[in-house]
């Protein structure tokens, strides 16, 4: 039951997306977000579907897949459309029961923030699934490197996020495996108002903490017997290189931000 | 009232955990199961006390069939009591007594935690104490005293003794098995606990390959291997000193040697 929960997990392949260097990813992804919201034109917008789309088939994912990731925020959207064009001021387009009014440019400002975040959500998720937790980390710790010397811990947040990567599956596990020793005991997780059931965590939240603590100690101390010490002087197992790809996925990057110029 | 199995299958997505195990255990017995990792013995176990449903035949407990649509699981739980592998990662309460009272109040009942308490042989000092400060062993007994205290009529439990000291493992088995009127049923890798059963059924691979009384099984070498099991040492000392005698613990060998001399 928590299986599916694991939004943007790692879907091996062999696709070109798939085997892009995970900096040009990273990079390319923060300059997509940005373009994201600066773009404010319709033109604009459908280009930045258009690029988005072209990236997803060319990842050639399982379409399912991505698409039950796209569920859970699915709500954010909707309530994002609908508060967008409730609150906006503006001429009146719709009337609802009299006293509820929705405007014009609020329509259309809702909609624009729907495609928005959920093209946000999608192209971040395209980096998670076509690229290994390894890579990912790793190509974190270069693109934050530059900014070492603006005191930014660019080792210790890759490690972090491996480390935390690679502990989401042990955790669910764990939790499944807690829930149903409870659940032998009488604990019921399923019935009850929802302070019934949100009392009913407690059983479950206490022990997971307390395993989780357990073997946080437990790593820092096999970390520290292998003589870990931070990044300082830490050379790699795989070394990577950019090539042709990887300028053939930035010059694509970089015609998408001459068509959003000429759209403007 | 019985557990009875009908053909059990269950799989967790990839291969078959259990491919089709039937049994019946009935009240009182004294059953261990052993099989070696992974064969499929924590699955079976838990479907005893409805945490897995079968997804292929059928498994009653009591009278209630608990892949029926509106089989009354809380009951089936009350009636099974289930330690599972490792029960002090169960552990939540601030104090030993509330963490044992915790199934009791689920199911109604009421919390008689001393009496719980002696029965796996804790202080009644430590009941005030938090269960986070306890040595591992005393926590495993925290935790089985947890299960005990919702007085079940059959109890399982899954590697109730791995990880205590020698000591503490026999004289912990030895408090479970003197519970009367209930069924034990006991996971185990340790064949001497085995054949202090009355019964032993052998998994492998998913399936019951073997259900027999421990003097039948363990006289019988080659099977064993097979699926990666050992007779206990006494069994096999007598089998390689040639005598040839059916033997289960340490004071019958002795006897049986002594008696050649
Ligand atoms: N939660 C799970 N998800 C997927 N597969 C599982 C899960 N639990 C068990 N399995 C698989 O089912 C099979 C049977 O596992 P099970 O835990 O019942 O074995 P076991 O006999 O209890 O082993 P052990 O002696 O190590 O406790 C194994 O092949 C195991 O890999
Ligand atoms: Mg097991």
Redesign the interface.
Known sequence: MFKAAVIGQYIAGDSPIHRLDARTKILILLAYVIALFLAWTWAGQAALVAFAVGCLLCARLPVRSVIRGLRPILWLVAITLVLNALMTPGPVAYRILGFITISRPGIDFGLQMAVRLLLLFMASSLLTLTTPPVELTDGMESVLNPFRRLGVPAHDIAMMMTIALRFIPTLMTETE??M?????????FEHGSLGQRMRAM??LL??LF??AFRRADELATAMEARAYRGGEGRTRWRQRHLGAADAMAGAAMLALVAVLVVVR | MPIEVEDLRFSYGAADALGGVSLCIGDGERVAIVGATGSGKTTLVQHFNALLKPQRGRVVVDGIDIGARKADLREVRRRVGLVFQFPEYQLFEETVEADIAFGPKNFGMEPRVEEAMAMVGLPTALASRSPFSLSGGQMRRVAIAGVLATRPRHLVLDEPTAGLDPEGREELLARLLDLERTTIILVTHRMEEAARMDRVLVMASGGLVADERPRTLFAEEGRLARWALRAPDPVRLMHLLGLAGSVLTVDEAVDQVLARV
């Open positions: 495996r807690i149903r020793a409870q659940a032998a005991r009488g604990a019921d407690v059983p206490v022990p307390v395993s």
